[in-house]
């Protein structure tokens, strides 16, 4: 029988994540609102110098705290495995996903402190890094399509009476997966809804991968104490975390 | 079954596994490309490869492909005792193998250090990157080899292995390496 | 554990009829279903990425290390439309590569070998995907970008991202090397033992490779006969290989734990 003590600090740890990084979403000065990619390079060195404090800092606490997804990821891969499948290829391929998922985010995210680590650096230096960070962070969607993706087909797959997650749960990750796909455009234009600041590219993604946290959250919550209710129910100790 | 029998009448036939010779297969096609590409630029350049073929040494490129061969008769005989089920012979004979082509390895990082020593680089000139590229790329191959060796070592020590097949397998491997290198010895040494 | 399921032996049958039915029920309803939807997946991948990076891009095959910075920033421009359209693709793709992957970790799965070779493959070839592919596209679309970027800047962009795609193969040649260990150990026949010396002739193609950081011209240079064309040939036979490999798998799977039973002789003459 797999071992699951301490699955829900694990699992409680999701809201402290989201406030944290709501927190530093909100403290980095390039994202309310997003920065225009037709910034010129001195004026993109100019927001480097005068924001250097609010992006170090936003972003030093998004380097802390970049990979604390991961966790609730895994959670929702051992819900994989509980489902009637009958081979393991699901939670393989979403455990694939989930191992370079916050990879690419750290790389913006060392990007943009490295522009603001030397504010007087060659404004066309500047920019390159700026324009390195902002493509990187709107572009880092495959592993996120991927995962919901593969949740939607393992959920379509998961033929018993009592299915681990509802059929809505893959629909939902099917449209959240369509929502992120515009952002992979992202280098098409500097101007317009698929500029790293546009509609589809920042707004719709943004809050796409916003939302699919919560709502996989609260499901995946609702999954994990209905296991612990089945197994308290056949007679197993549980240590109450 | 069907399927054995199948697999021993081939065993009576083609020494080793039918899948390493597969592999010797693609790997010769792999390097006959490359032998190609040399002898291709050879040509477009003869000066050039003349005069910087002519800095190496051909007597430690004879003293190598006698090395190896000794090694290749080694492993042949290593063959040939495990067959006549002389399994202590057929391990020595393997040592002896390893101890070959280690002595090979020995003489081949000191003709590299020699030349690194008298300036001719990686990236000096064509001619030496083809020298240490192909050099190079069959030490790999040699180095796989004696990985090979021990995976006969492990078939002969044990009464419960000894698997007839795989110690071909891996004379059939060793005598590829072999071969490779009389090719490289053959164009980067000989041909001028 | 997963949960493993029997189902009713009725169901295990194709039907007979057109081949688009045949197909849809292997996706649907067949015990194999998730194997073949996996593997439909891995072909879809493979069939787009090829002409994406060859077509649609063009950014195969490679430019030259040895043009000047007048002649980048022309490439850079050529494709300024075709590199953010056909890359963009591929990352809206890519999640796929995963699905892949996971799919030659359950071929390892059902070898007779420790489970550490399925994961050890999986995690390498999940996190390799970073340098050898979506950096490198990055670094291509942000050249794209700004066409009266410093040409300096350009040719960094440029340098980025072609040796990032021959540069680090490594990380592939050590996945291989591990599918051609656990092949070869393998007492279940999953795959045959030329397979796994295949494996090891990848591996080997992709060391070679490596000198493309050293050379700028030539054929070990990161666009040269031998770092480049010889690679993709040796890649090439490999990709086609590996698939038609996972494909007699799948069909020979029986969900045990013993030897994978050949296919039966008649089956193979009618397919």
Redesign the interface.
């Known amino acids: 029988m797999?071992r699951i003590d301490g699955e829900l600090i694990l699992l409680w740890t999701l809201p402290a994540t989201i406030v944290i990084w709501l927190a530093a979403f909100v403290l980095f000065p390039g994202f309310m609102p997003p920065m225009s990619?037709t910034m010129s390079a001195n004026e993109v060195a100019a927001f480097y110098r005068d924001n250097a404090a609010a992006v170090r800092s936003s972003m030093i606490v998004f380097n802390w705290f970049g990979v604390c997804l991961v966790p609730i990821l895994i959670l929702i891969v051992m819900q994989i495995?509980?489902?009637?499948?009958?081979?393991?290829?699901?939670?393989?391929?979403?455990?694939?996903?989930v191992?370079?998922g916050p990879?690419?985010f750290l790389?913006a995210n060392v990007c943009w402190l490295l522009a603001a680590f030397r504010p007087e650096r060659n404004p066309?230096?500047t920019?390159?890094l700026n324009?390195?960070a902002w493509?990187?962070f709107t572009?880092l969607?495959?592993?996120?399509?991927?995962?919901s993706?593969?949740l939607a087909?393992a959920i379509y797959?998961d033929?018993?009476p009592n299915p681990i997650f509802k059929r809505w749960v893959a629909l939902f990750n099917l449209l959240v997966a369509a929502a992120l796909?515009p952002a992979?455009?992202?280098?098409?234009s500097?101007t317009g809804p698929l500029a790293w600041d546009g509609v589809l590219s920042f707004w719709v993604k943004n809050i796409a991968i916003a939302v699919w946290i919560v709502v996989m959250g609260i499901v995946l919550g609702q999954a994990v104490y209905r296991e612990r209710a089945e197994r308290g129910s056949r007679g197993e100790e549980l240590v109450d975390a | 079954m069907a399927v054995l029998a199948d697999k021993t009448e081939r065993a009576r036939f083609i020494p080793g596994q039918a899948d390493m010779w597969a592999f010797v297969l693609f790997e010769s096609l792999v390097f006959t490309a490359y032998f190609g590409f040399y002898l291709f630029y050879r040509t477009q350049n003869p000066e050039a490869f003349l005069h910087s073929q002519a800095q190496l040494d051909l007597r430690v490129g004879v003293l190598n492909t006698l090395v190896l061969l000794l090694s290749s008769w080694s492993m042949a005989r290593c063959v040939q005792s495990a067959r006549a089920g002389a399994y202590q012979a057929a391990l020595r004979d393997v040592y002896l193998t390893a101890f070959f082509g280690g002595v090979f390895l020995c003489v081949k990082v000191f003709e590299w250090a020699r030349q690194i020593q008298l300036g001719n680089n990686f990236d000096t000139s064509d001619f030496f990157t083809y020298y240490f590229f192909l050099t190079g790329i069959h030490f790999v191959h040699l180095l796989i080899g004696f990985v090979v060796l021990g995976v006969a070592v492990y078939q002969l020590r044990s009464p419960a292995r000894r698997s007839q097949q795989l110690v071909e397998t891996c004379a059939t491997y060793w005598h590829t390496v072999d071969f490779l290198w009389v090719l490289i010895f053959a164009l980067l040494y000989v041909v001028r | 554990m997963s949960a493993v399921i029997t189902p009713p032996e009725s169901a295990a049958t194709p039907p007979a009829g057109p081949l688009h039915q045949r197909i849809v029920w292997h996706l649907s309803r067949s015990p194999k279903r998730e194997l073949w939807l996996a593997w439909a997946t891995m072909l879809v991948f493979y069939n787009m990425f090829f002409p994406i990076f060859f077509i649609v891009a063009q950014v195969q095959p490679p430019p030259q290390p040895t043009w000047d910075h007048a002649m980048q920033v022309h490439w850079f421009n050529e494709r300024h439309l075709g590199i953010p359209l056909g890359l963009g693709i591929i990352f809206a793709i890519g999640g796929m590569n995963s699905i892949n992957n996971a799919l030659i970790a359950y071929s390892m799965r059902r070898m007779s070998i420790t489970r550490v070779f399925g994961y050890s493959y999986l995690i390498i070839y999940a996190l390799s995907a970073i340098p050898g592919l979506y950096l490198l596209c990055i670094a291509l679309i942000v050249g794209t970008l700004r066409p009266e970027r410093n040409p300096e800047a350009i040719e960094w962009l440029y340098d980025f991202a072609f040796l990032s795609f021959d540069g680090t193969m490594g990380v592939f040649l050590i996945g291989s090397l591990i599918w051609m260990v656990a092949i070869l150990i393998d007492k279940n026949r999953v795959f045959p033992k030329w397979f796994g010396y295949l494996n090891l002739c990848n591996a080997l193609t992709e060391l070679v490779v490596a000198p493309c950081w050293i050379f700028r011209r030539g054929v070990l240079a990161w666009n040269g006969q031998i770092a480049w064309w010889l690679d993709m040939v040796v890649f090439g036979v490999y990709q086609v290989t590996f698939i038609v490999m996972l494909f007699q798998m799948i069909r020979r799977e029986d969900f045990g734990t013993g030897p994978l039973p050949d296919l039966p002789r008649k089956k193979k003459v009618a397919a």
């Open positions: 797999r990619p495995r509980r489902m009637a499948h009958r081979t393991p290829i699901f939670s393989y391929a979403m455990l694939g996903c191992a370079s990879a690419l790389i066309e230096l920019q390159l324009d390195f493509i990187t572009i969607v495959p592993y996120l399509i991927g995962q993706v593969i087909l797959f033929d018993q796909v992979a455009f992202v280098g098409v500097l």
